[in-house]
């Protein structure tokens, strides 16, 4: 009885050590703040209207917002969207009847 007392202090020092391990603080160095979403997206459709105007006008919030999920900056959030707005509205000269 003794003895299985004995283990169970050893796993609860066990496991108060992972705990604390698992819980202390490390010094971490300062991440750069990321801005907020308005003023990143500001930001990301000024560029846009810089590459294509009627892309920015155009451009579905879900695309901005997985943008900015995947941490882009507002250029390469610009050429995405660009892209998007390329892939789903062809030229006119695609449209065309013949």
Do not use: C, F, G, N
Request: net charge positive.
């Amino acid at each position: 009885m003794e003895r299985l007392t004995r283990l169970h202090q050893l796993a609860a020092a066990a496991v108060d050590s992972l705990i604390s391990v698992a819980m202390s603080r490390v010094a971490r160095s300062a991440a750069p703040a990321e801005p907020p979403y308005p003023v990143w997206k500001a930001k990301a459709v000024k560029a846009l209207q810089r590459l294509r105007e009627r892309a920015a006008v155009v451009t579905r919030d879900r695309i901005w917002t997985r943008a900015y999920i995947l941490r882009l900056d507002p250029a390469d959030a610009a050429e995405l969207a660009a892209r998007e707005y390329d892939s789903t509205h062809p030229p006119t000269w695609i449209k065309r009847r013949r």
